[in-house]
């Protein structure tokens, strides 16, 4: 025996449903219609009892008034043995409950469509004895492929420009190394050129290999327009300039290890570029918008990298780039804006964690399957085509030249 009473507000809908037998439901209600199961409709006199009996296993209840004067109190008496009545809710609150059963079924769905499809990088390679640079590796996506290459034996520099969360991510890493794995700190901004510099040459001093180097430091969307002091705009300096300047820098020694690789941290983001002006790419003849640098920055990532790659065809070295897809980093809410705090939602409910999103980054700096492979763009650990534009030979080469002369590279430093 079941009893359900409920408070039906004036003009407002009732549904009721149970998952098992109901016999002889006994409705009270002053409404006018009362509907049981999908085909019966049955006319109820106001105040009278109405009495029901059925056979079908799901069903449901639905109620309405007309009733002048407003609010009514419904009841429901039900003989039967069965699990569950879905009791009424008032319209504004079934709504809700509505809306955020919908969101835990999209988000339970998202996540389980991640963690069957995303890619996810086999091999078991070990890295003992290699040395890889990885920008950015204090957070996010950076921080995950740090932790992988550690356990894989690798010696794993974190280049960051925050020491002090750098230490406290390098000592949790230690932690977890086995396989003789290896952690270092250094200083790197890759948006100021100076940094840039001193970085390279520290790491010229003192490590006589480097095996792969992980463009993936990053950062979207400053409000503002800000030029650094070398006269670049932030996102591009931070995206592009600063990783070409290294990258530049670094190739010699990639190329006495070789074979080694360098992966550029792109985006799908990149595809929202329809057209790339060299003489602009620090807004020298636009105005600003916040959602452009970034797009721009990762379509020079892969551009870069094709050109790179192009310059290094034989020599051991290989270069490719990738989207991680979305991942739920802080990258979109470095700064505390309203589409910042819908982004971090949107993130947190649906996009991937760190530890996946990190994954086509480990599987380019370790796979026995891309062995070779160059020039290439990735994502979910397999190769796919980038945009058009991104394709573009002619342009991958004319931004190489101009980003030569933005990072001012001294010939000294040329080795490609
Ligand atoms: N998350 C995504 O959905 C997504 C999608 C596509 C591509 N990506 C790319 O993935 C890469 C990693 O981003 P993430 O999502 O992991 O973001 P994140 O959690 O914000 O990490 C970015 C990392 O870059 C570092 N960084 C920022 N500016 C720097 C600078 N000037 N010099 C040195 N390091 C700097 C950050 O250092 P601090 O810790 O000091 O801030 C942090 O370690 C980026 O290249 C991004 O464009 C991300």
Known sequence: MLYVTGYLPYRHDLQLSASSHLASPLLSVGYDTVSIG??????????????????????KISAYTTHERGARSLSLLAA?????????????????????????VLVVSVRVWYLTTSGRCHSTRSMKGKTVIVTGGSAGIGLHTAEDLVRRG??????????????????????????????????????????????????????????VLINNAGISEPPEKVI????????????HFGHFLLTNLLLERLKQSAPSRIVNVSSLFHTFVSSLDLNSLNF????????????????????????????????????????PGVVKTDILVAYHTIRGMIMKLVFMLWAKDSELGAQTNIYLAVSEEVEGVSGRYFTDCKQ????????????????????????????EEKFC
Request: proline residues 3%.
């Open 38 to 59: 999908k085909t019966t409709t049955l006319p109820t006199a106001n105040h009278k009892w109405l009495t029901h009996t059925y056979k079908e296993d799901d069903f």
């Open 80 to 104: 039967a043995s069965y699990t569950s009545v879905t009791c009424y809710l008032p319209a504004g609150v079934r709504m809700l409950f509505e809306v955020l059963v919908t969101v835990v």
């Open 154 to 211: 690798a010696r794993v520099i974190l280049a960051c420009r925050n020491l002090e969360k750098a230490y406290k991510v390098a000592a949790q890493l230690k932690a977890e190394a086995s396989q003789g794995g290896e952690v270092a700190v250094r200083l790197l901004d890759t948006s100021d050129l100076n940094s840039v510099r001193t970085f390279a040459k520290e790491i010229l001093d003192t490590e006589k290999h480097i095996h």
């Open 228 to 239: 650094t002091n070398e006269g670049l705009e932030l996102t591009m300096a931070t995206n």
């Open 284 to 323: 020298e003849k636009e105005v600003y918008r916040r959602y452009v640098p970034y797009n721009r920055s990762k379509l020079c990532n892969v551009l870069f990298s094709l050109e790179l790659a192009r310059r290094l065809e034989g020599s051991g070295v290989t270069a490719n780039s990738l989207h």
């Open 384 to 411: 796919v085509k980038p945009s058009k534009l991104a394709r573009d030979k002619d342009l991958a080469k004319r931004l190489w030249e101009v980003s030569e002369k933005a990072v001012k590279l001294r010939p």
